[in-house]
């Protein structure tokens, strides 16, 4: 499985942006998947996940009631939709498959190249 990140840039504060990730290999009802970000200077953080069925997800509370993770299993795709974004959201965004542990924590076998993110204030 290969995945890619893609759909970030620039965006002024309270605006919206929605990141894609495409896997080359067949990942439907087989692997959770997530997005993390990772801040100049800081660690890579968990920012959500989403079960194998899409019936589950999980956030991180930075994040939760602005964002929204989904996928189509049916194109192997996960999206990542972010409303109302804020300069602290500023990141490169990465997605994950096939945790290797607790799903928050960035220990995934499958990772995407990242895509940046800025917001503006």
């Known amino acids: 499985v290969q995945l890619q990140a893609s759909g970030g840039g620039s965006v002024q504060a309270g605006g919206s942006l929605r990141l894609s990730c495409a896997a080359s290999?067949?990942?439907?009802?087989?692997?959770?998947m997530g997005w993390f970000r990772q801040a100049p200077g800081k660690e890579r953080e968990f920012v959500s996940a989403?079960?194998?069925?899409?019936?589950?997800?999980r956030y991180a509370d930075s994040v939760k009631g602005r964002f929204t993770i989904s996928r189509d299993n049916t194109k192997n795709m996960a999206y990542l939709q972010m409303n109302s974004v804020k300069h602290e959201d500023t990141a490169v965004y990465y997605c994950?498959?096939?945790?290797?542990?607790?799903?928050?924590?960035?220990?995934?076998?499958?990772w995407g190249q990242g895509t940046l993110v800025t917001v503006s204030s």
């Open positions: 290999g067949r990942i439907s009802n087989r692997y959770y």
């Open positions: 994950a498959a096939n945790p290797r542990t607790d799903y928050s924590r960035p220990i995934y076998e499958y």
């Open positions: 989403i079960s194998s069925s899409g019936g589950s997800t």
